[in-house]
């Protein structure tokens, strides 16, 4: 399925050239077939006689209902531009050919309607002249069809430059990032809340989770329709109604966007490239009131010009556009920027960074992945998904670097090995980054929670102090100054046991298990700490810390001032 909107200026005959092709009248409300004017969006659909199904979003034409065109053309394939032969090019239909231009579209087909009230010489020269105005334009060449809608002269041809129109336009990529930017939203009878839009980026299933942005309201899709059909499952590039369960009609509006939960990053700023329309007649700068129309929303934004103080008409350039909500963006987002004051489009652009990292005097964005590591230095695979839409393969581990932010990392975590000598590198220092890198490091071994050179012999292995310590049996005597690394490391291989600012040998707790299990032996309602002492020949200071170790293992328990069997006291003889 493609979705195309229409677009020119009021009266023209979209609404009725779009009747005549589908059987439907996109003029929803009371007031718009009474005056005749489109106010708000409609949709059809039909099938062309290649069997390919073609969507319909018509949009208002007049100048008062511009937002409502604005909110339409988000998502869009293509479009069916309508001149009416009767009044020719009029100054609606060039912004809306600005506006679709700016947009991104790069297909479409015209209609020059009301070819029943005109003569041949004037359907002549009214053809002559459109294509006079889209020269240049991506409409450059697209046929232009004469219909009269009420007779139905000229359908057939027009259905079939549809036909071709749809087979030459790309289906919408499926990123599995599904995004819909709603256009409508209502409460049906006995279903509840509903939403409509135009679906891009991935599938949508009934019941899945869904979020709405901003606010970050969840819901259930209770049930899907497209086309007037209930399915089960809808990909991307179609028009859609989902029956959401879990939040009100009342919650949510006109340019909200429904996507999967964790699959998007919001944001309230971004860098963006601005084509400023040739016909302006001044410059865009930071002064001014402006209202950016991004997906289905119109929202008032700031405009901060980037690398200079304002871009001249019919330039291009760079700005970072800051909003009062967060709305969920990729690079390659269109927008289109209108100033309020002056009632004016003033051009529009692509979102190229949805998370600056740079101060607005020293950004220079673009799409490049590689400007957005080399501006982070460090980004897990998935974030960087999150901020540009591209999954990338990672450097190391589960991180994005560059080459040169990599061997530095590298060159630096060796001087760490090296600075930490003999007791080995804590990777509880380390960022995640740095510990990926070590995982991968040629000359970097890691054991356990330290890192060392590779080959490097194990200094602890029979390190003298765990000799002297174990040598002391029950009164171990460790040298004031001995290295506490040192003492730390063979705790932390269990040779070694700190209990109250005192250090045994791991042997030692074993011996002193076997002294509590002959004493408990001996006497099982429980011995004291002098008894204890007495039989190990340990002094207070030594006793009380080893007794401290025994109950922390659960090989005594203490009750008052015995100690009774602990789950693990080992066995006597």
């Known amino acids: 399925m493609r979705v195309v909107a229409t677009a020119g200026h009021v009266d023209h005959g979209k609404s009725s050239l779009v009747l005549a092709l589908t059987g439907t009248d996109p003029d929803r409300f009371e007031e718009e077939k009474r005056r005749g004017l ?35 053309v988000g998502g869009v394939d293509a479009c069916l531009f309508v001149v009416a032969a009767t009044e020719g090019w009029k100054p609606q239909s060039e912004e809306h050919l600005r506006i679709l231009e700016l947009l991104g579209l790069r297909h479409g087909v015209i209609a020059l309607t009301k070819k029943g009230l005109v003569d041949d010489e004037w359907l002549e020269i009214a053809t002559l002249e459109v294509a006079d105005h889209v020269g240049g334009t991506f409409l450059d060449g697209a046929p232009i069809v004469a219909v009269d809608s009420l007779g139905g002269d000229g359908l057939d041809e027009l259905r079939a430059e549809l036909d071709t129109l749809v087979a030459a336009t790309p289906e919408s990529e499926d990123r599995d990032r599904p995004r819909l930017w709603i256009d409508r939203v209502f409460a049906a009878k006995g ?7 135009t679906l891009t980026g991935g599938r949508l299933h009934q019941d899945d989770i869904v979020a709405i942005e901003p606010g970050g309201h969840e819901a259930r899709i209770r049930s899907i329709q497209t086309l007037g059909t209930n399915v089960e499952r809808i990909g991307a590039g179609n028009r859609v109604a989902l029956n959401l369960n879990g939040v009100g009609h009342d919650e949510i509006g006109r340019g909200d966007a429904v996507i999967t939960p964790g699959r998007w990053r919001t944001t309230d700023r971004f860098d963006a490239s601005l084509d400023v329309l040739a016909a302006l007649d001044h410059e865009v700068s930071r002064r001014g009131a402006y209202a950016a129309y991004i997906g289905s929303r119109e929202l008032p934004v700031k405009v901060r010009v980037l ?101 530095a990392t590298g060159d630096r975590l060796l001087a760490l090995v090296d600075d930490a000598g003999e007791v080995g590198l804590d990777l509880s220092t380390l960022s995640e980054p740095e ?19 590779a080959g490097q012999i194990d200094p602890f292995a029979d390190h003298p102090l765990a000799a002297d310590v174990l040598a002391g049996g029950f009164t171990p005597d460790v040298p004031a100054d001995a290295d506490r690394n040192v003492i730390r490391e063979l705790t932390r291989r ?10 045994f040998h791991s042997d030692t707790i074993d011996a002193a298990a076997l002294v509590a299990a002959e004493l408990l032996a001996a006497d099982p309602d429980g011995f004291t700490v002098a008894q204890f002492r007495d039989r190990t020949g340990a002094s207070r200071k030594f006793a009380l810390p080893l007794v401290a170790e025994l109950d922390a293992r659960g090989i005594t328990r203490r009750r008052d001032d015995l100690r009774i069997a602990g789950p693990r006291l080992p066995p006597v003889g």
Do not use: Y
């Not at 008062?64 to 604005?70: C, I, S, T």
């Not at 279903?191 to 839009?197: E, I, R, Y």
């Not at 070590?438 to 890192?451: K, P």
């Open 38 to 72: 489109t106010i708000d969006l409609g949709f059809a659909h039909t099938e062309l006689p290649s069997g390919a199904g073609v969507s319909f979003v018509d949009v208002p034409g007049h100048v008062r209902f511009l937002r409502n065109m604005l909110a339409g």
């Open 191 to 197: 279903a509840g809340t509903v939403v409509t839009g």
């Open 307 to 407: 690398g200079s103080e304002a871009l001249s008409p019919g330039t291009t350039g760079a700005v970072r556009l800051f909003l009062p909500v967060e709305l969920p963006l990729l690079p390659g987002d269109r927008f289109v920027l209108r100033e309020s004051g002056r009632d004016e489009t003033v051009g529009g652009g692509e979102v190229l960074d949805i998370d600056p990292q740079l101060r607005a005097s020293k950004a220079a964005p673009d799409r490049s992945i590689d400007r957005v590591v080399g501006e982070r230095g460090w980004v897990d695979v998935d974030e960087l998904e999150l901020l540009t839409g591209e999954r990338v393969e990672p450097t190391v581990g589960r991180w994005v670097t560059t080459p040169d932010e990599l061997a």
């Open 435 to 453: 510990r990926a890198v070590l995982e991968c490091h040629d000359e970097i071994e890691v054991d356990g929670a330290l890192a060392r050179r």
């Open 494 to 503: 269990g040779i070694l046991v700190e209990r109250e600012k005192v250090v």
